[in-house]
């Protein structure tokens, strides 16, 4: 079974700190890891994704995250955040949701949701 | 700006109102999906379309019809709901690659739903 632990709802940070959310799974099978944001009233934005590779992986706005298979662990950093960087952020793990006409599909577990709120 | 395009941005109704939700993308995914999201939650998969052909329902209510009328658009169908369904209803497609699922999902900003 898959699952996704984020340890905290909430990280309250001043502008240009560096910030780490932190996100543990749970997975039997092979692991693919996603970091998602949403900012309010929007849809989610894709952030970085571990599919294989190296275990660093870099996104969009300045964020990376590093995959760590021995802590089960997909923690999210910035060095530096700005106030545009307030929002909602989910990480979430896929697993197989269907099989069908040769191809596959998976399916999203997401964790609880970090709020993250830069102060000036 | 996002590329998949859901329509409305807000929609009222009352219980004994039938409404229908719409979501387009163009980037030739062939897998389509209804989430439903409530305040300070995850998104909660309700239905997921494969090659315009329903795949998984997610135990949802009846009052819930998806519709998959093409490879670029999905419908949800919403009648006589009641206002615990009040949400935000997102859309999201990805590619159906042959070896792994991992593709990611790429999400519309959602319908904001009011159930009165």
């Known amino acids: 079974a898959q699952s996704v632990t984020q340890l905290d709802s909430q990280v309250p940070v001043f502008e240009e700190a560096p910030v780490e959310l932190r996100c543990n799974y749970s997975?039997?099978?092979?692991?693919?890891l996603f970091w998602y944001v949403q900012y309010p009233n929007q849809g989610l934005q894709l952030l970085l994704k571990?599919?294989?590779?190296?275990?660093l992986v870099k996104g969009i706005n300045g964020f990376e995250a590093e995959f760590n298979k021995s802590q089960t662990s997909f923690h999210l950093r910035k060095p530096s955040v700005h106030i545009s960087d307030t929002a909602e952020y989910f990480c979430a793990v896929s697993a197989r949701l269907l099989a069908d006409r040769g191809s596959t599909l998976g399916r999203l577990y997401f964790g609880r949701g970090t709020q993250l709120t830069v102060w000036p | 700006d996002t590329e998949v395009t859901q329509t409305p941005k807000h929609l009222v109704m009352g219980m004994t109102n039938k409404k229908s939700l719409k979501c387009e993308q163009h980037?030739?995914?062939?897998?389509m999906y209804w989430y439903k999201q409530k305040a300070k939650k995850p998104p909660e998969l309700m239905f997921v379309y494969s090659y315009e052909k329903l795949s998984i329902n997610e135990s949802v209510p009846s009052r819930f019809s998806p519709e998959c009328p093409n490879s670029s658009l999905l419908n949800l169908h919403l009648h006589a709901l009641q206002p615990e369904d009040s949400a935000l209803y997102l859309c999201?497609?990805?590619?159906?690659?042959?070896?792994?699922?991992?593709?990611?999902?790429?999400f519309g900003n959602g319908t904001r739903l009011t159930v009165t």
């Open positions: 997975s039997s099978v092979s692991v693919y």
């Open positions: 980037m030739g995914h062939r897998a």
């Open positions: 571990y599919l294989s590779g190296s275990t």
């Open positions: 999201a497609s990805s590619q159906v690659p042959r070896q792994d699922y991992n593709s990611p999902l790429h």
